[in-house]
């Protein structure tokens, strides 16, 4: 599975540390520090805002939210859009797929690359082919008015 997520903010440190260690996954705090890591928070921002892969490369990128409120009201995703995606448009014809983790199914084909809707402290990881051309590549949360919000930010292909 492309898909990695793990549980859960509220929990004691010691609990999430226990799972890492006996999952025997990959991803964890502390681990190789060119690791691509985007965090979400209840502002409704990205940080950061823009990064840079190489043309055609393998990416891995975690995506997490850091934040504390309810998934329901305060859920993030991080979707990679096609070069010149209208992204407004994205977002509004995403806002009724709640079942669909806020994708239009319609607009599937402007997707490079998504995350199902995080909750407080889980996190995912995607993994994709950059695409071949350099240019810049939106990306976007598009939980129900978080675009329109400024939750966007930029992938550079160099
Ligand atoms: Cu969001």
């Not at 793990?6 to 996954?25: D, K, P, Q, R």
Request: some cysteine; glycine content about 10%; proline content about 5%.
């Amino acid at each position: 599975m492309k898909v990695y997520r793990i549980l859960a903010s509220f929990l004691a440190l010691a609990t999430v540390a226990a799972f890492y260690g006996c999952g025997g996954s990959e991803v964890a705090n502390g681990g190789s520090s060119d690791q691509l890591v985007i965090t979400g928070n209840d502002q409704m921002r990205f940080s950061p805002t823009e990064f840079s892969v190489e043309a055609g490369s393998e990416v891995t990128l975690v995506f997490r939210n850091v934040g504390r409120m309810p998934k329901e009201t305060m859920g993030h995703n991080l979707a990679i859009l096609e070069q010149g995606t209208d992204v407004n448009g994205f977002a509004s014809a995403a806002q009724r797929h709640r079942d669909n983790e806020h994708i239009a199914p319609e607009m599937e084909d402007k997707v490079i690359a998504a995350t199902r809707v995080l909750g407080p402290g889980e996190e995912e990881t995607l993994t994709f082919t950059a695409p071949s051309e350099p240019g810049d590549f939106p990306f976007v949360c598009s939980f129900p008015g978080h675009t329109q919000a400024g939750m966007v930010g930029t992938m550079k292909v160099e």
